[in-house]
């Protein structure tokens, strides 16, 4: 299974960008790169997907380098609702219905 | 669109009992996910069904099994508890979309305790 490593924790203040880096050096064509994320005593919910281009929603842009190797989770704003432990999960080929889930880097974001 | 139901939400058992976890998943929805968080493993992928079928299975022991009924809500089982079974046992629910890509939508979790 193609992993990936991230920073056990990282912090932020409240209105700045927050960049979560993601390395998945032995990442295969075929996988797509899922962001999670989970807040305190919630089960982990949806962020964000990608292949190979960058991507953006409401909740965040997904920065993915060109070599796939590894890639950047980016809150534009951070608020004190954002803390929370952040994943980083490759999916196994084209289905996106087994999740392996790392140790995710946890986000502390100071008022 | 109500979300992903878990019940019970917490639960205390004796080791060597069994215990039934239901979920009930999003409308619509057809793949049910289940896993397993603890402080030591973290999150663990248990098994996924999909139209009453495990499509998918994790590294666990036989002791855990699960199921899904037509209507699409699961149940996993665990037999003979341990002590190490304690952990939040957490649902999840997506629909596939094109391209087969599809997010999960995960439930509160039961919390299981073994003593």
């Known amino acids: 299974d193609a992993k990936t490593t991230q920073p056990n924790s990282m912090e932020s203040n409240e209105e700045e960008p927050v960049h979560l880096p993601c390395n998945h050096s032995?990442?295969?064509?075929?996988?797509?790169i899922h962001w999670y994320r989970q807040l305190p005593s919630q089960g982990p919910e949806y962020v964000i997907h990608?292949?190979?281009s960058n991507v953006n929603n409401r909740m965040a842009s997904l920065a993915i380098a060109e070599d796939r190797k590894s890639s950047t989770l980016i809150l534009h704003r951070a608020t004190l609702r954002d803390a929370a432990v952040y994943y980083c999960?490759?999916?196994?080929?084209?289905?996106?219905?087994?999740?392996?889930f790392g140790t995710g880097t946890r986000l502390q974001v100071f008022p | 669109k109500a979300g992903v139901t878990q019940t019970p939400r917490y639960l205390i058992k004796t080791r060597g009992q069994q215990v039934t976890l239901s979920c009930s998943p999003i409308?619509?929805?057809?793949?049910v996910s289940w896993y397993q968080q603890t402080p030591g493993q973290g999150l663990q992928f248990l098994f996924e069904?999909?139209?009453?079928?495990?499509?998918n299975k994790g590294n666990f022991p036989g002791r855990f099994s699960g199921r899904q009924f037509s209507n699409s809500r699961s149940e996993m089982n665990v037999s003979t508890l341990e002590l190490g079974d304690s952990a939040l046992y957490l649902c999840?629910?997506?629909?596939?979309?094109?391209?087969?890509?599809?997010?999960?939508?995960f439930g509160p979790g039961t919390r299981l305790t073994v003593t």
């Open positions: 999960i490759l999916s196994l080929g084209e289905w996106a219905d087994k999740l392996i």
């Open positions: 990608g292949l190979t």
């Open positions: 032995t990442i295969s064509g075929t996988d797509y």
């Open positions: 999840a629910s997506s629909i596939q979309g094109t391209g087969g890509i599809y997010e999960q939508y």
């Open positions: 409308s619509g929805h057809r793949s």
């Open positions: 069904y999909f139209s009453e079928t495990q499509r």
